[in-house]
């Protein structure tokens, strides 16, 4: 069994950064590719950046170019530096752990971007 936590959200001004971590514990996520999604109020998750197991990144039109993803093996952790962000990034971003049997899923951290 594996938990996610995410952590690092917040509010920030238009133009601004942030940097979001997921931690899993309990398990080794390094066989899972693992990924961020957000979910904005009214819509439904969206897939926002995912890196596999030998590194591999993937980015969503909107996301592209602005951010970031990295993982750390040794630490279990996974992050999401966020650059440039802009009102519609406002949402509450969730980690993700896709496993080849299973998948996880953290609560999620609520990142809030202003004008």
């Known amino acids: 069994q594996v938990q996610l936590v995410e952590s690092g959200g917040g509010s920030v001004m238009a133009g601004g950064s942030l940097k979001l971590s997921c931690l899993a514990s309990g398990s080794s996520v390094v066989d899972c590719a693992m990924a961020w999604y957000r979910q904005s109020s009214g819509k439904g998750r969206d897939l926002v950046s995912s890196?596999?197991?030998?590194?591999?990144?993937w980015y969503s039109e909107s996301a592209r170019g602005r951010f970031t993803t990295s993982r750390d093996f040794a630490k279990n952790a996974l992050y999401l530096q966020m650059d440039s962000l802009r009102t519609d990034d406002t949402a509450v971003y969730v980690c993700a752990a896709h496993c080849p049997t299973v998948n996880y899923w953290g609560l999620g951290t609520q990142v809030t971007v202003s004008s």
């Open positions: 890196m596999t197991r030998d590194g591999s990144t």
